[in-house]
């Protein structure tokens, strides 16, 4: 994981690796107009490892939101952060159902692993 993520080590610890987040479950999507930034709540299973977890990311100074198709339940095929140079990261939410798209930050932190 070449990705300077907060706390990133929490997840990495618990699972072995950086996941991608297939069919995890997006749990809640909070967005913080003042701070600018969004906290997501997932649940994530490692099928393999038989590993399951609740992951709270925050992502700060969040800009170009484009979000769509947030569903009652709402599951990811992949969650993609890709640093864009030193002080921005693109993040995309690919859908299996639900909520797809994207949004810009300039951080990123794992804020809890449960």
């Known amino acids: ?6 706390n990133a080590s929490q997840l990495i610890e618990k ?5 991608d987040f297939c069919d995890a479950r997006l749990e809640k999507l909070s967005l913080d107009l003042q701070s600018q930034s969004i906290l997501i709540s997932l649940d994530h299973i490692d ?3 038989k590993l399951m977890s609740k992951i709270d990311l925050e992502f700060n100074d969040v800009g170009a939101i484009e979000l769509q ?8 095929d992949k ?4 640093q864009i140079d030193a002080e921005k990261y693109e993040i995309r939410m690919q859908a299996c159902y639900g909520i797809n ?9 794992v804020k809890g692993v449960y």
């Open 1 to 6: 994981m070449s990705l300077n993520i907060g």
């Open 15 to 19: 699972f072995g690796y950086w996941p």
């Open 47 to 49: 099928k393999d490892k």
């Open 69 to 76: 198709d947030l569903l009652d339940e709402n599951i990811l």
């Open 79 to 82: 969650l993609s952060i890709n």
């Open 101 to 109: 798209g994207c949004f810009n930050c300039g951080s990123v932190e």
